[in-house]
């Protein structure tokens, strides 16, 4: 389970926290006004899900690739996507 502190406590304690997080292993979720913000997680745990996120990209690129039909041109879908 992921710790949470607020902002403010995290700002008093950020050395601690970070060295809590760096070799500790711990994770915190750090709140404002009581609502979920941001994370402090270890580069490890960053990593992980990163890999993760570009494990899912590739599969969902395989899956569209397999797809039936033309292929659509990579300008028409920047258009369509508004990139």
Known sequence: MLSKIT?????KKFANL???VAFG?????L?????????LVSIKELQL??????KIDVEDAWKAKN????PIPWEELKKELEL
């Open 31 to 39: 709140t404002r006004r009581g609502e979920p913000i941001a994370a």
């Open 49 to 54: 899900l990163q890999d993760l996120e570009n």
């Open 18 to 20: 970070i060295n809590r």
């Open 67 to 70: 797809e039936p039909g033309e």
């Open 25 to 29: 292993k711990e994770s915190f979720v």
């Open 7 to 11: 902002t403010a406590d995290a700002r």
